[in-house]
């Protein structure tokens, strides 16, 4: 299943040329925007390596002047991968790296991390960066189709959040809010109505990724789809238990494990046992 693109490659495989082999690559952010003619638009990077430790460690050879210097010179790879695991959340970020005559930005995770966090939302960081649109480069591990549990879990939250009508692109801004949610930089952003540009500026590109999983979600019968006099689609869903536990069950296993811990200790108060709702499935 292909939820994320990876049509043309050419246009950013020059870059990673220059940069020790990868694992996993992709280009994500306003970029990818269909309607971005920009030429001094910085295009970004996720790159998956096997060893960060020694990446690095390359890559300081090749590319020195794309690292901090302190960085450089107190520590190296070592000091590098370390910051990442110990202050960051696993991603080191070289920023404002130019090349040929463009702006780039790459972010060096370790593959186990990455796939941790796609498929158990550890971090809720990378998981994030690819519940939304991005363009895959490089992808020796099969990590496009481990995304597609991320994606569903990422339609399973949007829906326990929505109403029980709303909007296509109603459900793609809940969608690309998930992974700002709790990010302080969003209480001072300049630009309050980021998410609804992000998901304007590339509602097609949603629609391929989410349009799948909508249709497996209709037919299980969990919602209903339907279209307004000018095409547009709108979900209707019911909030009744069996819907709500379908939902849940496609959330990661440490999610599940949170709500049913929080669940059983908001009923452990009422002293009615037949009201407790668990399934020790979902543990």
């Known amino acids: 299943m292909n939820t994320m693109g990876n049509a043309s490659k050419s246009p950013f495989q020059g870059f990673l040329e220059v940069l020790p082999p990868v694992e996993f690559a992709c280009v994500y952010g306003s970029s990818l925007h269909p309607n971005n003619h920009d030429k001094t638009t910085m295009t970004d990077f996720i790159l998956g390596v096997s060893d960060p430790k020694q990446w690095h460690s390359e890559n ?14 107190l520590g190296g790879g070592k000091l590098i991968t370390n910051v990442a695991d110990r202050v960051g959340v696993g991603v080191h970020f070289n920023p404002f790296v130019t090349w040929n005559g463009k702006m780039y930005k790459y972010g060096v995770v370790r593959m186990f991390d990455l796939i941790n966090d796609v498929l158990q939302w550890d971090k809720f960081y990378l998981c994030g960066r690819l519940q939304k649109p991005v363009h895959i480069v490089v992808d020796n591990l099969d990590i496009n189709s481990c995304n597609a549990v991320n994606l569903r ?131």
């Open 153 to 283: 879990a990422a339609l399973s939250t949007a829906l326990l959040l929505l109403p029980s009508e709303f909007s296509e692109a109603d459900l793609y801004a809940k969608v690309c809010s998930l992974s700002y949610m709790g990010d302080l930089r969003m209480l001072f952003a300049e630009d309050k109505n980021k998410v609804k540009k992000i998901v304007a500026g590339q509602f097609d590109l949603f629609h391929s990724m989410y349009q799948p999983f909508l249709e497996e979600c209709e037919a299980k019968k969990l919602l209903r789809l339907s279209s307004t006099a000018n095409h547009q689609i709108v979900v209707s869903q019911d909030h009744d238990l069996s819907v709500v536990h379908s939902l849940v069950s496609a959330l990661p296993r440490p999610i599940r494990s949170s709500i049913n811990m929080k669940q059983e200790k908001k009923l452990s108060g009422t002293g009615t046992e037949s009201t407790r709702i668990r399934d020790k499935s979902l543990l």
């Open 60 to 73: 300081l050879r090749l590319n020195k002047n794309h690292y901090a210097s302190w960085m450089v010179h």
